[in-house]
């Protein structure tokens, strides 16, 4: 008797565990697909419902930390690539997420992390200015007049968040082998850039330099999954 009950237990536990990890899949699958429709993308991103049970936060109706994978998406013309999000302490009724329904999915926090080239970058710099990296060293090449003349000067700049913007700042100058002093060219490699395409309700909280583009970082609180796409 008591050996039937032992393997009894053991099915019973195996069923469980297969259950919720059906559930789990099912739900990360419907998902997968809402934010393929919202983001208009024609591959499935890859969704991962972090901690177990998953059943028990089903049941609650709050989840721990959801991460989507987006990958590659063009929003508001901006082509991001290796799209990111982490979605914390998520409230969703069970239904909800069972069936995709992201109206009612809504993130304590929210963390986008994408990668914006720098062709799209340079839309949004001043009309003449270039930006590229050089090694990890980020430069902006540009016509600038200084003493009432006009002559083509690279600055080596950094970056930092402002709100939806990025914040060009200069630290060095050349010009063609002669350093000009930053205070004379200051206003001019001194501007501010908006980046299109980022999910609403954010704001930029970390700018990265990489060779193919600017790594940029956007956080957001109290979030709704579906208002993530932004066209």
Same mark, same amino acid.
């Given at each position: 008797m008591r050996k039937v009950l032992v393997v009894f237990l053991i099915?019973?536990?195996?069923?469980?565990?297969? !259950?919720?990890?059906?559930?789990?899949?099912?739900?990360?699958?419907?998902? !997968?697909?809402?934010?393929?429709?919202?983001?208009?993308?024609?591959?499935?991103?890859?969704?991962?419902?972090?901690?177990?049970?998953f059943l028990n936060q089903a049941l609650n109706g709050r989840y721990g930390e959801i991460d989507v994978n987006v990958g590659d998406v063009t929003q508001l013309g901006v082509h991001l690539t290796d799209t990111v999000v982490t979605l914390k302490g998520v409230d969703a009724p069970l239904s909800d997420a069972l069936h995709g329904? +992201?109206?009612? #999915?809504?993130?304590?926090? +929210?963390?986008?992390? !994408?990668?914006?080239?720098? +062709?799209?970058?340079?839309?949004?710099?001043?009309?003449? #200015?270039?930006?590229? +990296?050089k090694g990890k060293e980020l430069q902006v090449h540009g016509p600038v007049t200084v003493l009432g003349i006009s002559r083509t000067l690279s600055a080596t700049v950094s970056v930092k968040p402002s709100g939806r913007k990025i914040r060009v700042l200069p630290q060095t100058v050349d010009a063609g082998g002669a350093t000009i002093p930053v205070a004379l060219v200051q206003q001019a490699f001194t501007f501010t850039m908006p980046v299109k395409g980022l999910p609403p309700d954010t704001t930029i909280s970390d700018v990265q330099i990489q060779s193919d583009g600017l790594r940029v970082t956007t956080t957001g609180k109290h979030v709704n999954l579906e208002s993530l796409a932004e066209r």
């Open positions: 099915l019973l536990i195996g069923l469980v565990i297969a !259950a919720d990890r059906i559930g789990l899949w099912v739900a990360q699958d419907q998902i !997968a697909k809402e934010v393929a429709s919202q983001y208009g993308l024609d591959h499935r991103p890859k969704v991962k419902i972090k901690g177990f049970p329904d +992201a109206s009612k #999915m809504v993130a304590d926090t +929210a963390t986008s992390t !994408a990668t914006v080239s720098y +062709a799209d970058v340079n839309k949004q710099a001043p009309r003449g #200015m270039k930006v590229s +990296a």
